[in-house]
């Protein structure tokens, strides 16, 4: 499984765009990149899903060069509700079972 | 969809009773995950089921740990023996293993466990 480094913690301002990098250099040739987010007293929920280039939803954009050793989760003029716990997390996809491995996650604060 | 159902939401008891937890996946779901989360240790996969089968167990602390999957509905964690190290919120994932693109896991709300 691949391991992943991310940020601790980051603070953000209302209306900013947030950006946080995940770095997963062992990264495996049929792993996806999957971020969750988990906000206090819930389970994670998932935010955004990529194995290369870029994808947008309508929550996020999701970043992924061309190595696939890093992504970036940008998150657009963030308000105070995204105050949570952000999860980056390789995984493969294939029928033998997907055994994610949460890492410590990036605490974003988001303030007025 | 209800989404996943884990009962109870919260549960405080002594150190040596038994605590079972239940959880109800998503209808359909295939995959069945059990997560402990504390301060110290973050987010852990303790067992995972395929299919009702048992996957892989290693993350299962110790002995006193068991989990069953009866049937494609439900599902139980039990600890017995209760410790204090055991407080933690335990959640409770379920997925469409194959279903393509990845497997996005679904989360439940979580058991909050306090053992005295």
């Known amino acids: 499984l691949a391991k992943t480094t991310q940020p601790i913690s980051m603070d953000s301002y209302e209306g900013q765009e947030v950006n946080i990098t995940c770095s997963h250099n062992?990264?495996?040739?049929?792993?996806?990149i999957t971020w969750y987010q988990q906000f206090p007293s819930q389970g994670p929920r998932f935010i955004i899903q990529?194995?290369?280039t870029k994808v947008t939803n309508e929550v996020a954009s999701l970043f992924i060069p061309a190595d696939r050793k890093s992504s970036t989760l940008s998150l657009p003029r963030v308000s105070l509700s995204d105050t949570a716990v952000y999860y980056c997390?390789?995984?493969?996809?294939?029928?033998?079972?997907?055994?994610?491995?949460f890492g410590g996650g990036t605490r974003l604060m988001v303030k007025p | 969809d209800a989404g996943v159902i884990q009962s109870p939401r919260h549960e405080v008891t002594e150190m040596g009773q038994e605590v079972t937890l239940r959880c109800k996946p998503i209808?359909?779901?295939?995959?069945l995950f059990w997560y402990r989360q504390t301060m110290m240790r973050g987010l852990e996969l303790l067992i995972y089921?395929?299919?009702?089968?048992?996957?892989?167990d290693s993350g299962m602390p110790e002995d006193r740990f068991s989990a069953k999957m009866p049937n494609a509905s439900f599902s139980t964690l039990k600890i017995q023996p209760s410790e204090p190290r055991d407080s933690a919120v335990y959640f409770c994932?379920?997925?469409?293993?194959?279903?393509?693109?990845?497997?996005?896991?679904?989360f439940g709300p979580g058991t909050r466990l306090l053992v005295l």
């Open positions: 997390l390789p995984g493969p996809n294939n029928n033998a079972g997907n055994m994610l491995t």
């Open positions: 990529g194995y290369k």
């Open positions: 062992n990264i495996a040739t049929n792993d996806y």
């Open positions: 209808s359909g779901h295939n995959s």
């Open positions: 994932a379920s997925t469409s293993l194959g279903a393509g693109f990845g497997e996005t896991q679904y």
């Open positions: 089921f395929n299919n009702n089968v048992p996957i892989d």
